[in-house]
Nanobody, 122 residues
C-alpha cells in the first residue's frame, strides 16, 4: 500500500526558509501509478488550499499567487520524493502542510500524508 510520509516542518522566524519532504513509500510498481503530486496547507479556521503541484516528469509546476516566487516544488522520481522549498516565509504561511498525490491519469487528490506543522513567528 502506498503511503506519503512528510517531514521538515518546524518553527521559524518571518523571512526564514524551510524545506519540506514527502517520501512515497511502497515499491516501484506502486510509485509508477502515482500521477501529479502536490502540497496543500490548512490553517486554523481556514479551508485547505493547494500551494504547489508538479506533474509526473517534474517539469510542470503550478502555484497560487500567494506563494508564487517564494515556494518551489520539485520531484525526484528516483528517490520517490517530492520537496517544497519555502523561502521568505511569512506569518500567514503558518499551517499544517499536507503532501498529496493523484493516481496516474486521475483528476482528484486521492492520497494524503499525515501533515507537518509549519509555524512562522513575526
Amino acid at each position: 500500500q502506498v503511503q506519503l510520509v512528510e517531514s521538515g516542518g518546524g518553527f521559524v522566524q518571518a523571512g526564514d526558509s524551510l524545506r519540506l519532504s514527502c517520501r512515497v513509500s511502497g515499491d516501484s510498481f506502486s510509485f509508477a501509478r502515482i500521477g501529479a503530486m502536490g502540497w496543500h496547507r490548512q490553517a486554523p479556521g481556514k479551508q485547505r488550499e493547494l500551494v504547489a503541484s508538479v506533474d509526473t516528469t517534474g517539469r510542470i509546476t503550478r502555484y497560487p499567487d500567494s506563494v508564487e516566487g517564494r515556494f518551489i516544488i520539485s520531484r525526484d522520481n528516483l528517490r520517490k520524493t517530492v520537496y517544497l522549498q519555502m523561502d521568505s516565509l511569512r506569518p500567514d504561511d503558518a499551517a499544517v502542510y499536507y503532501c498529496s498525490a493523484r493516481k496516474l491519469g486521475g483528476s482528484t487528490w486521492d492520497l494524503w500524508g499525515q501533515g507537518t506543522q509549519v509555524t512562522v513567528s513575526s
